[in-house]
């Protein structure tokens, strides 16, 4: 079965990094779009980051433009977030997700599968 796993969240400090990682079983990450999203408190899920390995086509947030990056190591299916000069704002619970068919990148309802989520805390 195709299955994703989040990890990597943590408790930091305004200015701090972070990594975190995105797993999958069941498949080839080189056959699909990964993308991380997010939840913060109160607000709706948006669009992180988003890469298709095939083609090194990324995505990314004007939000955390600049601050984090995406990439993708296949030969461990796995795919990272690097997440410089964080803010307090990107506090969230961060979701992975994979599509086959290379859909709009930013648009969770593209995904149909899902990682359960690692929650990422910036204090002031």
């Known amino acids: 079965d195709v299955q994703l796993q989040a990890s990597g969240g943590g408790l930091v400090q305004a200015g701090g990094s972070l990594r975190l990682s995105c797993t999958g079983s069941?498949?080839?990450?080189?056959?699909?779009?990964i993308g991380w999203f997010r939840r913060a408190p109160g607000k709706e899920r948006e669009a992180v980051s988003c890469i298709e390995s095939r083609t090194d086509t990324t995505y990314t947030a004007d939000s955390v433009k600049g601050r984090f990056t995406i990439s993708g190591d296949n030969a461990v299916n796995t795919v990272y977030l690097q997440m410089n000069k964080l803010l307090p704002e990107d506090t969230a619970v961060y979701y992975c997700?994979?599509?086959?068919?290379?859909?709009?990148?930013?648009?969770?309802?593209?995904?149909?599968?899902w990682g359960q989520g690692t929650l990422v805390t910036v204090s002031s």
């Open positions: 069941g498949f080839s990450f080189d056959d699909y779009v």
């Open positions: 997700a994979a599509q086959l068919t290379g859909k709009e990148y930013y648009s969770s309802s593209n995904y149909g599968y």
